[in-house]
Every structure is written in C-alpha cells, then in structure tokens.
C-alpha cells in the first residue's frame, strides 16, 4: 500500500498519515533529544563514579569545604587514580588528594574494640 498526497489530503486516510509522519517531530521534541544526549554522558560518569566508590569500600560525604571522598586503608593508588579520573572527566575540580591520618582516639577505640571482642 503506498500512501500518497500533493498539497491538500483528499481522504481522512491521508490526513491521519500525514499527523503521524509530521507531529511527532516538533521544535520540543528535537530540543528534548538534545538535553537527553547532553545529560546521558553526565549520567553514565555519575553512575560509574558511585559504582566504583561503593566498589572500593568508599564512603561519599558533602560538606561545607567540599565533597569527601574516604576510602578504606590499603586502597591501592590504581583505584584512587581511577576515581580522581572519573572527577575530572564529569568537570569536577580535584584541588587535592590526601591521605587521612588515624587520630589518636579513633586508633584508642579500634585497640578496645578489638580487646573486647576477644573475652
């Protein structure tokens, strides 16, 4: 079946076909496509950077300096390079990598802690 139509429809047929080839595709509809391509990239970085945050034993926190990022102990440098990667790829700034050092009354509640659950 070929549909068919010069300057006006002749039929309802050819109307109806016309509505579904031509609606669909309005000014709204393209700019619609286009913030969805710009947000997919944005989305996907997110969700890669969650991922291997959770994946290393990370803990996320938003504070009034900044965004934290602490990672367990003996976290090798392959996956703390990955994750400062994956920041500056999203157009996040890293003004600084540091290495948190154990307070002394944090290492004093581990050691009892440990103490304890051994009686």
């Known amino acids: 079946m070929v549909i068919t139509w010069g300057s006006e429809p002749d039929s309802r047929l050819e109307e109806i076909a016309r509505t ?7 000014r709204r509809t ?3 496509l ?4 710009a947000g997919m990239p944005i989305a996907f970085i997110g969700i890669a950077f969650v991922g291997i945050t959770m994946a ?3 803990r996320v926190e938003i504070g009034p300096l900044g965004l934290g990022i602490t ?9 703390i390079a990955e994750i400062n990667r994956v920041l500056v790829e999203g157009a996040i700034s890293v003004y600084r990598l540091q290495e948190v050092q154990t307070s002394l009354e944090s290492w ?5 802690k440990r103490l304890g659950e051994s009686e």
């Open 20 to 26: 579904v080839v031509e609606t669909p595709f309005t």
């Open 30 to 32: 393209w700019s619609e």
């Open 34 to 37: 286009l913030f969805m391509m």
């Open 56 to 58: 290393a034993g990370g």
């Open 71 to 79: 990672l367990p102990a003996g976290t090798e440098r392959d996956v």
């Open 108 to 112: 004093f509640l581990q050691v009892t």
